[in-house]
């Protein structure tokens, strides 16, 4: 990973209690010492964003949400306000993830206006991507991510220094199927050249990818050795502490 940061994100999805995430905070304030370079946050069920902020180490971990919209307030009922994730000091924002995407039909387009006003308030944008299955057995996975990508060519760099991305193969994302450490690798290093060719060589070198779909405690080791590989986004197993802990441990 170089001099890029290596992020390590829980994303609870709709799952999490109070009781949960207290007992969560606990094992994770006590269990996990800050490394150089390394961010660890969690993306709780929204109802929760600040009573996990208010449990958790914040020296040691932050909290981001799971989604925002493209404007500031008003009449969208069922949304969540970038400006109100600022207004409680919440730095991190998942943009575009496949369930967004897939079950809630956010297209592409969405996604990019999202994530320009999310990034014009400073928040910093975890921006998913990924292929499905077909795509990967029909060899189109480069062509579905270039255009998942295509309108962030016009992002300038400084916009493009609060985003960081996710690859997250849907085939991968709660199935148990992981990818493999060269499949993972050579992806990242695909999306890597799309932003040295589409934006600069300098915006590619300090883009972080994170890698997320079913990494787990026994998997983590060789994927984050990878050189590409600049961190996990974990779901189901950022629920269980013990597994998410062994998990952040494992960052290099
Ligand atoms: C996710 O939802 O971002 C994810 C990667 O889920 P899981 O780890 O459960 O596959």
Redesign the pocket.
């Known amino acids: 990973t170089g001099t890029r940061t290596f992020f390590i ?1 829980g ?1 609870h ?1 709709m799952n999490g209690s109070k009781s949960m995430l207290e007992s969560l905070s606990k094992g994770m304030n006590e269990s996990v010492e800050s490394k150089e370079n390394v961010e660890i946050f969690i993306a709780p069920s929204y109802p929760y964003l600040d009573f996990l902020s208010s449990r958790l180490d914040n020296k040691k971990f932050k909290v981001s949400g799971q989604n925002c919209y493209s404007v500031a307030k008003g009449a969208f009922t069922g949304e969540i306000s970038a400006n109100m994730l600022v207004d409680l000091g919440i730095p991190y924002v ?1 943009i575009g ?3 967004r995407r897939n079950v809630f039909g956010e297209s592409t387009d969405l996604i990019t206006k999202k994530t320009k006003y999310a990034i014009s308030l400073g928040l910093t944008v975890i921006l ?1 991507l990924g292929e499905q299955l077909d795509d990967r057995k029909s060899s189109k996975t480069e062509k579905v991510l270039s255009d998942q990508l295509k309108d962030f060519a016009s992002f300038t760099p400084e916009e493009w220094s609060k985003i960081v991305i ?1 690859y ?1 193969p849907v085939w ?5 199927v ?1 990818a493999t450490p060269q499949e993972a690798q050579d992806t990242h290093v695909f999306i890597r050249k799309w932003i040295s060719e589409n934006v600069s060589e300098d915006v590619a070198k300090k883009t972080s990818i994170m890698y ?5 405690a026994e998997n983590c080791q060789n994927l984050s050795k990878q050189s590409d590989i600049d961190g ?7 629920l269980i502490a013990a597994d998410f802990i062994t998990i952040i441990n494992s960052a290099v």
Do not use: D, P, Q
């Open positions: 994100g994303n999805k998942i993830h496949s369930e998913c996710a997250e991968a994302i709660g199935t148990g992981v997320g779909g079913s990494v787990n996990f986004l974990v779901g189901g197993a950022s």
